[in-house]
């Protein structure tokens, strides 16, 4: 079985533009979750999307955004880029039925250079 | 809030020496921990989880941890390090699903094996 796939996984932007990164769930899995992966903060998670509706979202501004097709993929996109949104996007999907045997897989990451 | 916090950013062993890396929780409820290691230029990859089936877990790759509920604990062990497993290791405490299927990681840790 295929792996979270991600695409793009190298992206240079400049500061103002908007950026979509895409994500595409292992088959079968219903819920797709981003995390942002920066050295001063850490892993921080961003949101979560079960059944293309949001379920779950954490302390980021409106400038990130997401959403999820019917086919479980998902888009994560983040407008008006600053320098600090430079980082590791990781997605993670796992089956969404929730409960204590579900494990997060999660894709190689996209990551965002902002000049 | 669920927390988890990994105590030192670096750890550093000589092949076929121990491995221990620690990892205290806070969560108000039973919480669903786990580890997972990321190398460098990839995405996470599921070590273990603990889920109250067990207190003593088995995971790959030879690493085990062990919980205690009584120190809040759950540090990663390996009773003999390998070059391959210098990677960076993180902690991560989740909810019961649902609305609470999000992770939150500890700030991480790097291991370093030497020959």
């Known amino acids: 079985k295929a792996g979270v796939t991600q695409t793009p996984r190298y992206l240079i932007k400049t500061r103002g533009q908007q950026v979509t990164l895409s994500c595409s769930p292992i088959?079968?899995?219903?819920?797709v979750s981003w995390y942002q992966q920066t050295p001063g903060q850490g892993l921080q998670f961003l949101f979560e999307?079960?059944?293309?509706?949001?379920?779950n979202k954490g302390n980021f501004p409106g400038r990130f955004s997401g959403r999820q097709f019917s086919n479980s993929r998902s888009e994560m996109n983040v407008s008006t880029l600053e320098l600090g949104d430079s980082a590791l996007y990781l997605c993670a999907s796992s089956l969404g039925a929730g409960g204590p045997q579900e494990t997060q897989y999660f894709g190689p990451g996209t990551r965002l250079l902002v000049l | 809030a669920q927390s988890v916090t990994q105590l030192g950013s670096h750890v550093s062993v000589s092949e076929g020496a121990l491995v221990l890396l620690r990892c205290n929780y806070s969560s108000s409820v039973p919480p669903y921990l786990f580890w997972y290691v990321q190398y460098p230029n990839q995405g996470l990859q599921l070590l273990l989880k603990?889920?109250?089936?067990?207190?003593l877990v088995k995971g790959i790759n030879g690493f085990e941890a062990e919980f205690k509920k009584s120190e809040t604990s759950f540090h990663l062990t390996k009773p003999s390090a390998h070059m391959s497993d210098a990677a960076e290791y993180f902690c991560a405490v989740s909810g019961l699903g649902g609305a609470n299927s999000k992770l939150t990681f500890g700030k991480g840790i790097t291991l370093s094996v030497r020959p």
């Open positions: 603990y889920t109250s089936a067990a207190t």
């Open positions: 088959s079968g899995h219903r819920s």
């Open positions: 999307y079960f059944s293309e509706t949001q379920r």
